[in-house]
């Protein structure tokens, strides 16, 4: 079960670098959240810590934060596609480097025994540099939000797996981070739109004197 | 020995058309309509039969051996391969390298048959076709390594063998998912299916395979629709044979079965035309790559 749901996490960051329309992605990275959320309950069976951790999450990444980024592109009416760097046959390439990287990586890492199998770790380390490639290959603001979104969800991988001995107080702290910065992104992604009526971050450097 | 590629080529020969028409049939009851009797292909196959050949002036004899490879490759290439319950007549080391280069070989003539004619629009689609095939050969290897590391042998009937149904309950069974869904998108490319190219198109620009055969008439033409009707059963037989690895013992039963996996594998196909739009020809060659990833990462799967 567990398995399954961790690769499907791995299928939506391919599917999230390769896509080129911005809702279908905003869909993906929810979709992630969503699935993330079930991950605790997956594990540890139904505690209350892990429900609290799953609800929490599927609210958050699941519902709450994609709602917000749709409603910002409606409002800010940008195009809704993505616009890459690199276009999507490198980056899917690189996203698989990094994935393989990140298999073997996890292989040499000094973890707990129980941890050395299984698809935990790699996935988590994946995930996180599949956000890394999106914040960096993409060109407009709301997929670096969504860049950020999925680093946050490699980051919850790893707190399941270690959520016994994780306060829910950091997670909760990381939550509440990941809604402040969507919220600010969410300002400043209409005060660009409104100066500049462009959500491309290429034109920020235009800013200076 | 004799008696079994004999029964193989038997079902092979009898069976391949059907799937052909369950797509049409499928197509239709989506579209409202009643269609094509779930026989047509058969009955277009004896019409053809009957005509007679009209040969372009310009052309030799590289154009007549287009439709003839293409129709013995795959019947060479189902010997290679188990049918439900049949195991494969001819089986050693490493044929699964010569079963995807069998397929090379049929394309490489229907492709220069497609020259021999001197059209522009054979050319072109020649091309689109060898682009294609060769971004979807990767994933069709990295399939089989896959398949061929659970079963310890380069041996494409050992493949099929009954360690499959321990990889589904194990471990492996993720990428053994992964795997089926990339050689369902082989499948769909290599027989030229929506969403990459549309069997039915009547516009020589958007033509892919169709156009190759536009020249061909009468019995040669047959033979075209016979070929690609196999081609498109000995690629789901691989499918069945990785999603249904069950073996009741008895021999008529596991073909029914296997017939079974190939009819909804057909009505699937059917599907997939029917709610799906044809992809943007500079989107097919990403979708490709994509798959080819997916199959690797398949293998980093099992490598582990």
């Not at chain 2, 009505?267 to 992809?279: K, P």
Request: charged share 10%.
């Amino acid at each position: 079960m567990a398995n399954l749901l961790l690769l499907f996490v791995l299928l939506i960051n391919f599917y999230t670098l390769g896509s080129a329309r911005l809702v279908a992605c905003i869909r993906a990275v929810a979709l992630q959240g969503a699935l993330l959320a079930l991950l605790p309950l997956a594990i540890h069976g139904p505690t209350g810590h892990a429900l609290l951790l799953g609800v929490g999450a599927l609210l958050f990444k699941g519902i709450f934060i994609p709602l917000l980024l749709l409603r910002t592109i409606r409002e800010v009416r940008i195009r809704r596609d993505v616009e890459p760097f690199i276009g999507f046959v490198p980056t899917l390439i690189l996203g698989l480097l990094v994935t393989a990287g990140a298999f073997i990586f996890a292989d040499f890492l000094p973890l707990a025994h129980e941890h050395h199998e299984g698809l935990f770790v790699p996935t988590a380390l994946a995930t996180m540099f599949c956000g890394f490639l999106m914040l960096i290959t993409r060109r407009k603001a709301i997929t670096q939000v969504l860049g950020y979104l999925m680093l946050e969800n490699g980051i919850f991988v790893f707190a399941v797996l270690l959520s016994a001995a994780m306060p829910l107080m950091v997670e909760a702290g990381i939550l509440l981070d990941l809604l402040v910065g969507v919220f600010v992104m969410g300002i400043v992604l209409n005060q660009i739109s409104r100066e500049f009526s462009s959500l491309n971050t290429e034109r920020l450097t235009a800013l200076k004197e | 020995m004799i008696g079994r590629i004999a029964l193989q080529l038997a079902v092979l020969l009898i069976f391949a058309p059907l799937p052909l028409g369950v797509i049409n049939k499928t197509k239709a009851l989506f579209a409202g309509r009643i269609g094509p009797p779930v026989l047509q292909p058969y009955y277009d196959l004896a019409r053809l039969w009957r005509k007679g050949f009209v040969i372009s002036r310009t052309t030799t004899w590289v154009f007549l051996a287009g439709p003839v490879v293409g129709l013995v490759v795959p019947l060479l290439a189902a010997l290679l391969l188990p049918f439900g319950g049949l195991p494969a007549p001819i089986s050693f080391s490493g044929d699964l390298i010569l079963f995807v280069y069998l397929f090379g070989l049929s394309r490489f003539f229907t492709a220069v048959a497609a020259l021999d004619t001197g059209s522009s629009f054979e050319g072109m689609g020649a091309a689109r076709e060898v682009t294609f095939s060769c971004l979807a050969e990767p994933t069709l290897l990295f399939a089989l390594l896959v398949l061929a590391r659970g079963a310890k042998s380069l041996n494409l009937g050992a493949l099929f063998g009954p360690q499959l149904a321990g990889q589904w309950q194990g471990d492996a069974s993720a990428s053994l998912g992964l795997i089926l869904v990339c050689l369902f998108v082989v499948l769909l490319v290599e027989n030229s299916r929506i969403p990459f190219d549309d069997p039915n198109t009547h516009l020589e620009l958007t033509m892919v395979h169709e156009v190759m055969v536009l020249d061909h008439s009468g019995p040669a033409l047959g033979m075209v629709l016979y070929g690609a009707t196999m081609k498109l059963m000995v690629m789901s037989a691989l499918l069945v044979g990785i999603a249904l690895p069950l073996r009741t013992g008895s021999l008529l039963l596991d073909l029914l079965v296997f017939l079974a996996g190939i009819l909804s594998l057909a009505v699937l196909i059917g599907v997939v035309e029917s709610t799906m739009a044809r992809l943007q020809l500079p989107r097919v060659p990403q979708v490709l790559v994509g798959t080819t990833l997916l199959s690797i990462f398949a293998l980093v799967l099992v490598l582990r």
